[in-house]
């Protein structure tokens, strides 16, 4: 594991950004794990400016996404894939049939999961895959059990995850209770692996991801299995280590 450490959040989204930006240039069809929530929008903003200066070329790239939330429509603009659209997507020039988000309509569980799953396989794996991190150390929506799921499944979201994310809300009771998660095993066949964490809110859990035991109770631990990691984290993040 490496850790990169930064002075800030701009800091740390330009130096993230700069290894989004190394795996494109040197695999230009490379396949992007891609996530949400706060940590990436700067990394974003970031790859959005460069492309838009002439500097990155997306037209080859295919892109993942991590997760989704069961019941919300793509065009909902809390759901992931509203998200990937405006943060990113719609302002750089991939082809968007050549982005993945899982069908958070799929009302059939088994069905969303193994839709995703093999469409996780068929695309050959992934080069590099982003994370955010949780408060409570979830990857994706990999939320804290004692097992760690292997594919694509439905979660039931931990109730500090409803309380983590309700601020991007109208109201807590408007936050789905439920997603469709990429499994561990799926995240960890990745090649390589870069996980953004900013804040003091998250250093607590981020000296336990890095120095605890390897427990699905905090599932970003089983990361210390993984041969190329690098973790991006602010001072802030990394002020209990
Ligand atoms: C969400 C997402 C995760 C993300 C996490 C942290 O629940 N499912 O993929 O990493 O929250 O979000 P943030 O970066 O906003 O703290």
């Known amino acids: 594991m490496v850790i990169c450490r930064t002075k800030d959040y701009n800091d740390l989204s330009r130096k993230a950004a700069n290894i989004i930006r190394a795996q494109v240039i040197l695999k230009p069809d490379c396949v992007l794990g891609l996530a949400t929530g706060s940590s990436p929008v700067g990394i974003y903003q970031n790859l959005v ?3 838009q200066k002439g500097d990155l070329d997306f037209s080859k790239v295919s892109s993942i996404n991590l997760d989704e939330y069961r019941g919300l429509r793509p065009d909902n603009d809390q759901s992931y894939r509203y998200f990937m659209d405006t943060n990113l997507f719609n302002h750089i020039n991939i082809d968007k ?3 993945f988000v899982p069908n958070g309509l799929e009302e059939d569980p088994k069905k969303a999961c193994s839709n995703y799953d ?4 068929s695309m050959g794996g992934v080069d590099l895959q982003l994370l955010g991190l949780g408060h409570n150390g979830h990857i994706g929506f990999n939320e804290p059990s004692n097992v760690f799921p292997s594919g694509t499944h439905c979660v039931d979201l931990a109730p500090s995850t409803i ?3 309700k601020r991007f809300f109208a109201s807590e009771a408007d936050v789905p209770r439920q997603a469709y998660t990429m499994g561990i095993r799926s995240i960890l066949l990745a090649k390589k692996i870069i996980m953004v964490v900013s804040g003091e809110g998250k250093a607590e859990i981020l000296k336990k991801v890095v120095c605890g035991p390897i427990t699905p109770e905090v599932p970003a631990s089983v990361l210390q299995l993984h041969r190329d990691v690098v973790i991006v984290a602010d ?3 990394l ?3």
């Not at 093999?118 to 396989?121: L, P, S």
């Open 118 to 121: 093999q469409i996780i396989e």
């Open 49 to 51: 400016k460069w492309h």
């Open 235 to 237: 001072e802030a993040a």
């Open 163 to 165: 309380e983590a994310n």
């Open 97 to 99: 049939a050549h982005t």
């Open 239 to 241: 002020s209990k280590f």
